[in-house]
């Protein structure tokens, strides 16, 4: 079984200023990471995905996160947010083999003001 | 459009009422999932549908029913309502049972008042 730990449930932050979106997972076996977007109102979007190759991925919008396996850790940044940036952002895993379903962490509400 | 339709998007019921939740896509794709949204508990699945005529509880199945008779359409069933399953519901799918090829496609959400 995997588990994700969202330790921030609430990131307040300054437009413009760096962010950091931390996410840790436990599972016994190797993972698939991701990060979900939601915005204000909606579904879940998927916004960025680690299968394989270069731990450092990256999303259109200018966000990116890093897969550190040693740290079981597959953090979310952004040098520089814009009030746009705020919503709520779930990490989650998958196992890459044999069945399991999705597994979310609790969410972070990252907060952009002006 | 590729998308995961769901309806109603806001519905206010009394307890005990039987209910239905309708999810549509029209992605072709095989695996489909609800799930519910709670305030500090993030998303928890209720059943998941691997394709037709094939459903799984998820972590929170007590209270649900769901049915997969065609492939586009996953509808979740509420036979007796409670106050408790107050909450925003969503409906996802994907290609890959697993997700992991493929993203998981979500609807807008049904947010659920039992009274």
């Known amino acids: 079984a995997q588990s994700v730990t969202q330790l921030d449930s609430q990131v307040p932050v300054f437009e413009e200023a760096p962010v950091e979106l931390r996410c840790n997972y436990s599972?016994?076996?190797?993972?698939?990471l991701f990060w979900y977007v939601q915005y204000p109102n909606q579904g879940l979007q998927l916004l960025l995905k680690?299968?394989?190759?270069?731990?450092l991925v990256k999303s259109i919008n200018g966000f990116e996160a890093e897969f550190n396996k040693s740290q079981t850790s597959f953090h979310l940044r952004k040098p520089s947010v814009h009030i746009s940036d705020t919503a709520e952002y779930f990490c989650?895993?998958?196992?890459?083999?044999?069945?399991?379903?999705?597994?979310f962490g609790k969410g972070t509400m990252l907060l952009v003001s002006p | 459009e590729a998308q995961v339709t769901q309806n109603p998007r806001y519905l206010i019921t009394v307890t005990g009422k039987k209910l239905t939740v309708t999810c549509s896509q029209n992605?072709?794709?095989?695996?489909m999932s609800w799930y519910r949204q709670d305030p500090g508990l993030g998303l928890r699945q209720i059943y998941y549908?691997?394709?037709?005529?094939?459903?799984d509880k998820g972590d929170v199945p007590e209270g649900y029913k769901v049915s997969r008779k065609e492939k586009r359409n996953f509808p979740l069933i509420l036979e007796s309502p409670s106050p408790n399953q107050t909450s925003l519901y969503f409906c996802?799918?994907?290609?890959?049972?697993?997700?992991?090829?493929?993203?998981?496609?979500f609807g807008n959400g049904t947010r659920l008042t039992v009274t």
């Open positions: 599972s016994s076996v190797s993972v698939y």
């Open positions: 989650a895993v998958s196992p890459i083999q044999g069945y399991s379903t999705l597994t």
């Open positions: 680690y299968l394989s190759g270069s731990t």
């Open positions: 549908s691997m394709n037709v005529e094939v459903t």
């Open positions: 996802a799918s994907s290609f890959n049972r697993q997700g992991n090829n493929s993203p998981l496609h």
């Open positions: 992605m072709n794709h095989e695996y």
